[in-house]
């Protein structure tokens, strides 16, 4: 027993399935402002976006994400949210002091004779007087 099908019915079975769908998402077919008028968007509202990144350069930020996104040739849909999750990351990797983070312990490799020295700094020549040589980090502690 076959049916036929009126192309018309079809057609209609489609587009009201298609609307019930843009009703259903409808954020996916939201019109976003151009690039240029998101921009804008941003500058004028620096001083909210500073309350909310106290810790952050945000005009510095902004401009080092412009210059990215040029040097990339990346365009984004929606500027606003990938400037906020640019500060957001942007402050997760903001450098605390080297003291804070890491105390670096001195040592004589060929001998455990020799007077171990603390240091905040990595990159330091220590020698040692006792072995006439230099001293080596042996061990990192975080502070």
Not at 80 to 107: M, P, Q
Not at 110 to 137: A, G, P, R, T, V
Request: hydrophobic share 30%.
């Amino acid at each position: 027993m076959n049916k036929k099908i009126d192309i018309d019915q079809l057609l209609n079975r489609i587009k009201s399935l298609e609307d019930r769908i843009d009703k259903l998402d409808p954020i996916s077919k939201r019109k976003l402002p151009s690039k240029k008028k998101q921009i804008d968007d941003i500058k004028i509202n620096l001083d909210e976006w500073s309350k909310k990144f106290p810790t952050l350069d945000v005009e510095f930020e902004l401009l080092k994400m412009l210059d990215w996104l040029k040097a990339n040739q990346k365009r984004k849909k929606d500027y606003k949210a990938f400037f906020r999750n640019w500060l957001r990351k942007s402050s997760n990797t903001i450098e605390k002091d080297v003291k804070h983070v890491y105390k670096y312990i001195y040592g004589c490799q060929d001998s455990d004779d020799c007077k171990h020295q603390e240091s905040e700094y990595k990159d330091m020549i220590i020698f040692c007087k006792k072995c006439d040589s230099q001293k080596k980090i042996i061990k990192s502690v975080r502070a």
